[in-house]
């Protein structure tokens, strides 16, 4: 990956497009919406593949992310809290929670941050 620093960003030409970046948001996405978007939609790919593994079918998923974050250390990123919201039939909320768990442990995203960061995930069933 090569980066390029303009004046008010930084960009990348990735396979699927050049993506900008920048502290203000007028100018590209900042870096801790990207740091968020990475672990929420890692975590939520990877407990969407144990979900098709385990033959659990779902009607939808998605991943509510909030964030709170230390302004007196560089504003850095202290919790993030994932709630995934899943929409089926005959859903039971244990057997949801245990694959969680196991999706937890096999998303990379969440592996590299897991001593720097606390992540929560929850998750709601909804109709």
Known sequence: MNFTFNENNVTTDLDYGQLTISGNEEYGFRPFQ???SA??????????????????EIES??????VQ?????A?????IDL???????????????KSLAISSKNCAM??????????NETIEIVS
């Not at 672990?39 to 407990?47: E, H, Q, R, Y």
């Not at 969440?110 to 606390?118: A, F």
Request: overall charge positive.
């Open 34 to 36: 990207l740091m968020v």
């Open 61 to 66: 998923l998605s991943v509510n992310a909030s």
């Open 75 to 79: 504003n850095r990123l202290e919790q």
């Open 110 to 119: 969440v592996r590299t941050v897991e001593n720097s960061i606390t992540i």
């Open 83 to 97: 709630v995934f919201k899943v929409k089926g039939k005959n859903l039971n909320q244990k057997k949801l929670e």
């Open 39 to 56: 672990i929420a939609s890692c975590s939520g790919s990877v407990f969407k593949r144990v979900l098709e593994k385990q033959r659990v």
């Open 69 to 73: 974050r230390n302004e007196k250390e």
